[in-house]
């Protein structure tokens, strides 16, 4: 171990004799979903995705086809906001309810070939009642032109409580984090991924876990409660014995965060932590997102990406976002400038894109398989249990024709 890590290590509180004993006694079911990576190719037990697959000439095999799935353990421990996100049929927020719709519906997402999701432990941008996330406009039924540069993916400008900086409508802002500001887990969040990971082992989905997310990440109180958390959460993780995670330490690092250590230059002090934490000769897979193709358009490391050469060198698999203007020539120079950043053969997965056109013969979705990049559907949508897949209350039924459109092109191209 290197110094550094060493010392960064011994800084953190050691785990309480009562949480060393339940690892020590507690011992995890068989998994039966075991995710690896190859070169540049996502194997499920030892098999390649869509094994055997090509698409208009393209390769298919190997890649995870995903959906933005972030508020599968929503709740809001803000009293002052927790209306927002009521049940149109019952006037109440329910946030098990929530989570078993979410896992009443993964198998339907199975079905069509999407065989993973990200989920994050401290949510996304919930818009809520008109707040539709960080301005990214609706999109027409059937389609949909996605976010316009500035939107989804564009810099916050607000600092403060709600409002257009990107954490729903103004006023106070939401609590929702599975992590507590010492960087401790709270158990009833965790006790909603237990579910929501359990049904993806069993359906042989993957999940992409995201850790932090700007707006929440400040409630963490200083630096050593960031790396308790990440401790605390890749830790969990591993106990419960999960081989079909993936995780992603942030979103979007290079936008908004409060904490140093969560930004780009010290990302892989985190992503190392990450993997030293080992049960028998396995650790987890990390990365981090970088904002869409227009984010952070000056002083970039490569013309065409906002991601750095120390993330994606860094990183054992390179996630990308399709934010900005529904542009694929855009979308394939960015998934090329981050795959160049990482000066090696790793998996590009797109896990963010809210640009559709799925019925025509130009999309995002068949720009990125074309540069063999997985890709993964997103839409803010508001709170009103009809569309979108991230304001809540979130209807995770495949049922709006943007959703339709996007499963049914997911199939086309798997084959499944």
Avoid at 172 to 196: C, F, K
Avoid at 283 to 305: A, K, N, Q, W, Y
Avoid at 375 to 381: D, F, H, N, P, T
Wanted: hydrophobic share 35%; charged share 20%; proline share 7%.
């Amino acid at each position: 171990m290197k110094r550094r890590d060493f010392l960064s290590m011994a800084a953190l509180p050691a785990l309480s004799p009562l949480l060393r004993r339940q690892r020590a006694s507690t011992r995890p079911p068989a998994r039966r979903t075991d995710l690896t990576i190859r070169d540049d190719a996502f194997y499920i037990n030892g098999r390649p995705t869509y094994a055997g697959r090509t698409f208009n000439g393209k390769k298919i095999e190997g890649l995870l086809m995903n959906t933005r799935m972030v508020q599968g353990i929503f709740d809001d421990l803000n009293p002052e906001t927790a209306s927002r996100w009521v049940y149109p049929d019952t006037g109440k927020w329910d946030p098990e309810r929530n989570t078993n719709e979410f896992v009443a519906a993964m198998g339907e997402w199975a079905r069509y070939g999407v065989l993973a999701f990200t989920i994050n432990l401290q949510g996304g941008t919930p818009g809520g009642q008109g707040g539709r996330g960080r301005g990214a406009a609706a999109a027409p039924p059937g389609g949909g032109a996605g976010a316009a540069p500035g939107g989804a993916g564009a810099p916050d400008a607000a600092r403060g409580p709600g409002g257009p900086g990107g954490r729903g409508p103004a006023g106070p802002m939401v609590e929702n984090t599975a992590i507590d500001p010492d960087g401790n887990l709270r158990p009833a969040y965790m006790a909603r991924l237990q579910r929501i990971l359990d049904h993806a082992d069993e359906l042989g989905m993957a999940a992409i876990v995201g850790y932090f997310y700007f707006g929440q990440d400040q409630r963490l109180k200083d630096e050593a409660a960031v790396k308790r958390g990440v401790l605390n959460a890749t830790n969990w993780i591993l106990d419960h014995g999960y081989t079909n995670v993936l995780v992603e330490i942030n979103n979007e690092c290079n936008i908004s965060y409060d904490h140093d250590i969560l930004k780009p230059p010290r990302l892989p002090e985190l992503f190392d932590l990450v993997r030293q934490q080992t049960r028998g000769n396995r650790h987890l897979m990390v990365s981090s997102s970088f904002g869409g193709t227009t984010s952070s358009p000056t002083g970039r490391e490569h013309p065409d990406t906002p991601a750095t050469a120390s993330v994606s060198k860094n990183a054992d698999f390179l996630l990308v976002h399709g934010n900005g203007p529904n542009d694929p020539d855009l979308l394939r120079r960015c998934i090329a400038g981050t795959r160049a950043l990482a000066a090696g053969r790793k998996p590009v997965l797109v896990n963010e894109d809210p640009n559709f056109h799925f019925t025509e013969s130009e999309n995002h979705l068949l720009a990125s398989v074309g540069e063999y990049a997985s890709w993964g559907y997103y839409e803010q949508g508001q709170s009103n249990y009809r569309d979108g897949y991230q304001s809540p209350p979130v209807n995770w039924g495949i049922n709006t024709d943007n959703k339709k459109q996007f499963f049914e092109l997911a199939q086309k191209v798997t084959g499944v």
